[in-house]
């Protein structure tokens, strides 16, 4: 007779961390797909829709190129 393994009890996950690691992961991949000009679909309100990349950029606030906005205006000559 076999006894099943025994599972760790839920008090040894973390479930912050692994939702703010899963999270970032999410983040990295939609901007590198948008960074190789390549539209990514998300289900909004469960609906599929495809993003471009610059709708992609602007969800995380960068502008259509996917670099961070400017914080103070360039020194002009």
């Given at each position: 007779?076999?006894?099943?393994?025994?599972?760790?009890?839920?008090?040894?996950?973390?479930?912050?961390?692994?939702?703010?690691?899963?999270?970032?992961?999410?983040r990295?991949?939609?901007?590198?797909?948008?960074?190789?000009?390549?539209?990514?679909?998300?289900?909004?309100?469960?609906?599929?829709?495809?993003?471009?990349p610059?709708?992609?950029?602007?969800?995380?606030?960068?502008?259509?190129?996917?670099?961070?906005?400017?914080?103070?205006?360039?020194p002009?000559?």
């Amino acid at each position: 007779m076999t006894v099943p393994p025994k599972l760790p009890s839920c008090a040894y996950y973390d479930l912050d961390q692994f939702t703010a690691v899963a999270q970032c992961a999410v983040r990295q991949a939609q901007l590198e797909y948008a960074r190789l000009g390549r539209s990514i679909s998300v289900a909004r309100d469960g609906v599929p829709v495809w993003l471009t990349p610059t709708e992609v950029f602007a969800q995380y606030g960068l502008d259509e190129h996917g670099n961070p906005p400017a914080t103070s205006p360039r020194p002009t000559a």
